[in-house]
């Protein structure tokens, strides 16, 4: 037996001095751990404390989401979205990280998490044009208080931290939610942000969305941590494991940790378990890497179905609230489909615009040539310009940038 | 900003004083400043630029972070996002490759893919280049990879007072700006003072530091005290070199540049940085672009060779030097039969 196999060192005593100090951990690990099991409240004896009036609130968010799933999925189809990351499945955590935030705060969404935008008051528009393509961000961060929508794994997780840091600084109750997927778990920046945070104290929640999936990859090629909320013991801050289907468990949690960043507790992790139900996205094939059953044991699970189960306990289930419920989805998905088949207006002059605050000589010179070869497409002679590429300026600039003889 | 006092008070200072200075003055005139980085709070930075700055504007407005290039970067985009001003120092040219992703996915962009609504006004200071006896890792030329991602601003001084006035408007900028500080200059000292006027000095605008008639020196940071040496020794040659301090990279002035060769009709572009691929390239090109018919030779180079930074006891035989500059010069093509000049 060794050390290795066997800890317990530290009940040998020893005459001679120890290390001083300074080596010693400032917190006590047990606080941190997250429970062995997913916290539950839907089907236990707890949920007869929430309050009704935020489970139909829930509820409308999450077949309204749903329904805004299953329209974007129809648009990419229909050609109108280049690509679409569907959250069917995954609505109570994109629904719970929305409203367990005050207006003030920040929420730093990942290419997956429009919906949260949207259950955020979002126009889907808006929150589409990444994806759709006329633009990479389709509103104003500042406005909305939504970072952009985040492609590179993980990488937005240190902007929440330095935007949450930099709130406090300025003396603004401010919190940031940032939200990242089971295998940005693995990217160095969700390391670099949990660890700023932790040491700086800063008012920030990280909500992993644990949907089993990083495109193909599952979970046990992506971590031999005890769970992901585990990690957050590392760096001295609480880490909670979730169930990610149960809306009103997951919004207790989040809106604790929100409360609690708020009133300078500093960062939370909260690891919400959930099933990515569609393919990554529509140019993926999931039969490749998962079964049909294990689909349907998840869907067994699903967010929806477990909520209405609660509700219907109450009563509070009726007819007249499911029928509204659904037509405030479908008028939500009658908007989406009218507005994005009407085509984009696009003006190719806005690629120069906004590189700079200032427009470098080159950038004019780039934007001259352009806007003259637009001028010839418009008056059909698409294949050349009156000068060469390399010209620089066009001849409506009175000269042309290319050498001529002293 | 202006500040004078009598020539007699005058005391010289070195460039890493004049960053230093150039800080202490963005710190005080605007509160959104803020500095961090590693071990620029306590230490003052391992070249002391930021010597005595958390003292007096205290920890959180210049603070020593975790050791983590990435994260260093990307919470400064978080805190401009809510309006400050970051100024990151990474400690070392090769250690500031982890902030890469940050810097090229999510500073160069922001401004552009939020349709201006997000400005990212913040300024990321490297020191750079070798000549300081530097291990491995220590001794960089990473322009390139800057130059190579639209969107930031590459800026670096190659004069004291160039150190304060180009700092100050990096800072100012409300676009982030990679602020490239030749490590081999932080201990130079020309005539510049901090008793004496302090200006800002415009982002873009090259500086032609000597004129001459026959060939044009274009260069910037390290190399620039190095062509003024060469300039100096080519008049016993019967040349009359002139000196182009290009002081920003990105963006690039092509008048000053152009309008020089053109006076000139010979170009010769110095710089640490490795040839291929390397700046040199760019400036030659556009400048045959736009000056062909004046030139009386082909563009050269004098850059580093294709290699791996060396060892600091071979890296002068790495680095462009006056007579490895003058021996360019002397390919220019002089001879009235050009072609004797093609095999140099």
Sequence with gaps: ?406 | MTTTAPETARKPATMAQALTRALHDAMAADPSVHVMGEDVGTLGGVFRVTDGLAREFGEDRCSDTPLAEAGILGTAVGMAMYGLRPVVEMQFDAFAYPAFEQLISHVARMRNRTRGAVPMPLTMRVPYGGGIGGVEHHSDSSEAYYLATPGIQVVTPATVADAYGLLRAAIASDDPVVFLEPKRLYWSKDDWSPDAPTQVAPIGRAEIRRPGANATLITYGPSLPVCMEAAEAARAEGWDLEVVDLRSLMPFDDDTVCASVRRTGRAVIVHESNGFGGPGGEIAARITERCFHHLEAPVLRVAGFDIPYPPPMLERHHLPGVDRILDTVARLQWESDWTEGCGA
């Design chain 1, 1 to 406: 037996m060794t050390v290795l196999e066997q800890p317990g060192s530290s009940r040998n005593t020893s005459d001679l001095p120890g290390p001083p100090p300074a080596w010693r951990p400032r917190v006590d690990p047990g606080p941190l751990l997250p429970d062995a099991e997913p916290y539950r409240l839907l089907g236990t004896d707890a949920a007869g404390r929430l309050d009704p009036g935020l489970l139909t609130r829930l509820y409308a968010q999450l077949v309204r989401g749903r329904r805004y799933n299953a329209q974007a999925t129809a648009l990419t189809r229909q050609g109108r979205l280049a690509v679409y990351p569907s959250s069917t499945g995954q609505e109570a955590c994109q629904v719970a990280a929305a409203l367990a935030l005050e207006d003030r705060d920040w929420l730093f969404p990942s290419y997956r998490d429009t919906l949260a935008a949207v259950a955020r008051g979002l126009d889907p528009v808006q929150a589409l044009t990444l994806l759709r393509g006329d633009w990479h961000t389709g509103y104003d961060p500042q406005e909305h208080r939504i970072a952009p929508l985040c492609t590179p794994l993980a990488t937005q997780l240190p902007h929440a931290v330095g935007l949450a840091h930099a709130a406090r600084l300025k003396g603004d109750d401010v919190v940031a939610l940032a939200v990242v997927g089971d295998g940005g778990t693995s990217e160095g920046d969700f390391h670099e942000a949990l660890n700023f945070a932790a040491v700086w104290q800063t008012p920030v929640v990280f909500l992993v969305q644990n949907n089993g999936f990083a495109i193909s990859v599952p979970l046990a090629k992506q971590t031999a941590a005890p769970s992901l909320a585990h990690k957050a013991v590392g760096y001295g801050m609480p880490g909670r494991l979730v169930d990610g289907n149960d809306a009103p468990a997951l919004h207790e949690v989040l809106t604790e940790a929100v409360r609690r960043a708020r009133g300078g507790g500093g960062p939370t992790l909260v690891e919400a378990v959930t099933y990515r139900i569609e393919a990554h996205t529509n140019a993926d094939d999931a039969t490749r890497y998962r079964t049909d059953s294990e689909v349907e044991t998840w869907r067994e699970h699903d967010p929806i179905a477990l909520l209405e189960h609660e509700l219907r306990d109450r009563d509070l289930l009726t007819e007249e609230f499911v029928r509204t419920t659904q037509e405030g989805a479908e008028e939500l998905a009658a908007g989406l489909r009218d507005r994005m088949n009407a085509d984009p207006e696009l003006d190719p002059m806005d690629l120069f615009t906004h590189v700079f605050a200032e427009q470098t000589s080159q950038l004019r010179e780039q934007a001259a040539q352009l806007r003259a070869e637009l001028a010839a497409e418009a008056a059909g002679h698409p294949e050349h310009t009156e000068h060469g590429a390399l010209a620089g300026e066009p001849a409506a600039a009175g000269r042309s940038a290319q050498e001529t003889r002293p």
